[in-house]
């Protein structure tokens, strides 16, 4: 019913800077929340930052001052603009749309970001 489309992962630089932009189309209706995951080789995949349809953000410790969540509700979009980029940020990052109202939660196939020293 919603399918989300990960895009603008790549090879980067520890210092510097990458945008990632995640596209969801299908059955979007009511209060939702989109969200960032990573998932590192060997470890859990943990949140990274989520927004609300109303633009209530909460981040990670370790990303917060560094990375920027962002939405728009009429292109139906979430970004993730990450700056100051260490090696410990290098993850495979996740899209995820939670419906509130529903519970159900739909994911993206993710995209690779690879921070060298």
């Known amino acids: 019913q919603v399918q989300l489309v990960e895009s603008g992962g790549g090879l980067v630089q520890a210092g510097g800077s990458l945008r990632l932009s995640c596209a969801a189309s299908?059955?979007?209706?009511?209060?939702?929340?989109m969200s960032w995951y990573r998932q590192a080789p060997g470890k859990q995949r943990e949140l990274v930052a989520g927004?609300?349809?109303?633009?209530?953000?909460n981040y990670a410790d370790s990303v917060k001052g560094r990375f920027t969540i962002s939405r728009d509700n009429a292109k139906n979009t979430v970004d993730l603009h990450m700056n100051s980029l260490k090696p410990e940020d290098t993850a495979v990052y996740y899209c995820?749309?939670?419906?509130?109202?529903?519970?159900?939660?739909?994911w993206g196939q993710g995209t690779q970001v690879t921070v060298s020293s």
């Open positions: 995820k749309m939670h419906f509130i109202t529903t519970g159900s939660s739909y």
């Open positions: 927004i609300t349809s109303g633009g209530n953000r």
């Open positions: 299908g059955s979007i209706f009511g209060l939702n929340i």
